[in-house]
């Protein structure tokens, strides 16, 4: 009967060891953010987010740190080694068509409008009432106090040559363009298919207006593509809107509004998402997702996540990502 006992005692001494070393790893939440910015502004503003979910959901130790690249923080996810993602749009759409089932998106980001993409009535503009107000006389690039999910890339040109009658996009051909690398949402991906819509397509040779080529030429970060356009190194860029209202662009080109028109609007882009991997048990993802939502509220959480110029996070629906899924098939089909 005692060795009975003390065998029941060695098994269960066993078992509470190995259910505290696994409940031990189950309760270390890693999250990841992309490398957008440096690596050092990131963590400056992002490690209080650690202590901001501890205070929230009690029993979890959260760990943040920003991926080597974008690439980087998917593979982590897959990898197990990642449980929570700031993906953008297109990096969740890359997981669900290539890797169905893997992640969950639980929240979309929102940020501050600019006042140019809603009417008076506080619903949204449409694409030719956007373009009208931001090339009226004043506009300043405004944001507007309502939060919106999504945005578009614009295509910009000098003033001079619009009114000299390059003032659409089917104009565009032949001429040259300042783009972003190919992995660029705004400043690559989301223009090619506008351009693709319009039977028209990027070109790194010589353009062939008969044929819809436009020359894309890479210059890195979208002000610097405003700045191709203002110093005459290129016919226009398609950059985030607004990408004027920046110091860099603006100290040296004060005019930048005036200097500039838009031409045409991308397709509609989505928000960045926060995403999790779909082994995380539902409880705790709800959790997360309140956490944000919760943070987000308060002086230190808006601190922490203006990193990413968030405002905000709304619950998610996967299928407010069929658009992202579209454009995600096309650029993996025509892009790679």
Do not use: W
Not at 261 to 272: F, G, Q
């Amino acid at each position: 009967m005692k060795k009975l006992i003390l065998i029941f005692l060695v098994l269960l001494a066993a078992f509470t060891f190995a259910a505290c070393t696994g409940e031990e790893e189950d309760t270390v939440i890693e999250i990841a953010f992309v490398p957008s910015q440096s690596v050092t502004d990131i963590m400056l503003k992002t490690t209080a987010i650690e202590k901001l979910l501890e205070d929230r959901i009690e029993g979890y130790t959260f760990h943040v740190t920003v991926g080597l690249s974008y690439e980087a923080v998917m593979e982590g996810m897959l990898a197990g080694q990642i449980d929570v993602g700031f993906l953008t749009a297109q990096q969740y759409a890359y997981m669900t068509v290539d890797h169905p089932g893997s992640v969950n998106v639980i929240l979309t980001s929102v940020r501050n409008g600019l006042a140019v993409q809603y009417k008076a009535d506080g619903s949204y503009a449409s694409d030719e009432e956007v373009i009208a107000a931001m090339n009226a006389t004043g506009y300043a690039a405004e944001l507007a106090t309502e939060k919106v999910t999504s945005y578009n890339s614009i295509l910009l040109v000098r003033t001079a040559d619009y009114n000299a009658g390059f003032d659409s996009l089917a104009d565009l051909a032949g001429k040259t363009v300042a783009v972003q690398s190919t992995t660029s949402g705004s400043g690559y991906v989301y223009p090619a298919v506008l351009l693709d819509q319009n039977n028209m397509q990027f070109v790194t040779g010589t353009p062939v207006a008969a044929n819809g080529d436009v020359k894309a030429v890479t210059v890195s970060g979208h002000q610097n593509g405003v700045l191709a356009v203002l110093n005459e190194d290129a016919d226009a860029c398609f950059v985030y809107m607004d990408a004027r209202n920046s110091s860099s662009v603006l100290d040296l080109y004060p005019n930048a509004f005036s200097d500039l028109k838009v031409i045409a609007l991308s397709p509609a882009i989505y928000n960045d998402t926060i995403s999790v991997v779909s082994t995380l048990s539902q409880t705790l993802q709800d959790q997360i997702q309140a956490a944000f939502i919760d943070l987000a509220t308060t002086e230190a959480g808006l601190a922490a996540i203006s990193v990413y110029s968030h405002t905000g996070y709304k619950i998610a629906v996967d299928g407010d990502y069929d658009g992202e899924r579209a454009v995600y098939i096309f650029k993996r089909d025509n892009l790679s």
